[in-house]
């Protein structure tokens, strides 16, 4: 998910996709300590994705 995506989003999707990101990894997370996983560099990506909605929420905070 780009940034430019994320920005123009309202305060409550952007709360809601939060959750959703947060849910993802730690399924990622708990679900591949007993099996290996096909795509290790989603979790990479999921966290960054939090890392940029966060920012924005912060963001929309300050202003």
């Not at 996709?17 to 399924?27: D, F, I, P, S």
């Not at 999921?46 to 924005?56: F, G, N």
């Amino acid at each position: 998910m780009k940034f430019k995506e994320i920005k123009n989003k309202p305060v409550a999707d952007l709360n809601r996709l939060l959750t959703e990101k947060k849910e993802a990894l730690r399924v990622f997370r708990f679900g591949s300590a007993g099996a290996k996983t096909k795509n290790v560099k989603e979790g990479r990506g999921v966290r960054k994705d939090i890392a940029r909605i966060m920012t924005e929420l912060a963001n929309v905070h300050r202003v």
